[in-house]
């Protein structure tokens, strides 16, 4: 009979770490950061702040992963229920637009890896939830920088001198 009790605790308990081992039904609502301005720098960052709720207790505290234009990066927690991942990126392949930020547990993360290792596509794997910031672009400069547009000006107005002078001349 203790033998039975125990064994039926040690399934309970087990099924309660498996429970609480994934977070079912995420709400998630996030904040978004980029670089707005490019013109001295080589590479956009990109932050996402977001809050996490499971309705299972406990969940939250299980450590995430994200997926970012095909690459992961790891999710930091910054407070309860919150957590954060950013990544840079070149300034010539970023352009305005969504961008989706793919969120996964441990056993998602795995299966993501492992997917990788074996060349197979990884958008296959189901995230535990997906969040998609929308970047709005950034300043890379004026179209034509005043350097230019000064020897333009510079130009136009020695031609109209020594035309004029031409004239004046003949």
């Known amino acids: 009979m203790v033998k039975f009790i125990l064994a039926s605790v040690a399934i309970c308990c087990a099924l309660s770490f498996v429970a609480a081992s994934s977070c079912s039904s995420p ?3 996030t904040n978004f950061y980029s670089t707005t301005d490019a013109t001295i720098v080589s590479q956009i960052g990109f932050v996402t702040e977001f809050t996490l709720k499971c309705s299972n ?3 939250e505290k299980l ?3 994200a997926e970012v234009l ?13 957590y954060q991942v950013s990544w840079n990126e070149e300034i010539k392949k970023v352009s305005s637009g969504s961008y989706t930020v793919r969120l996964f547990d441990e056993e998602s993360y795995a299966a993501v890896r492992k997917a990788q290792r074996a060349g197979e596509d990884s958008q296959s794997v ?4 997906t969040v998609t910031v929308n970047f709005p672009g950034a300043y890379k400069g004026p179209w034509v920088n005043s350097e ?3 020897t333009g000006l510079v130009g136009f107005v020695a031609y109209v001198a020594f035309t004029t002078r031409s ?4």
């Open 27 to 29: 709400e998630v609502k």
């Open 167 to 170: 004239k004046l001349m003949a």
């Open 63 to 65: 450590p995430l992963f």
């Open 57 to 59: 207790a406990g969940a």
């Open 126 to 129: 189901k995230p535990l939830t």
């Open 148 to 150: 230019i547009l000064a």
């Open 70 to 82: 095909g690459k992961l990066a790891p999710v930091v927690r910054i407070g309860d229920n919150k």
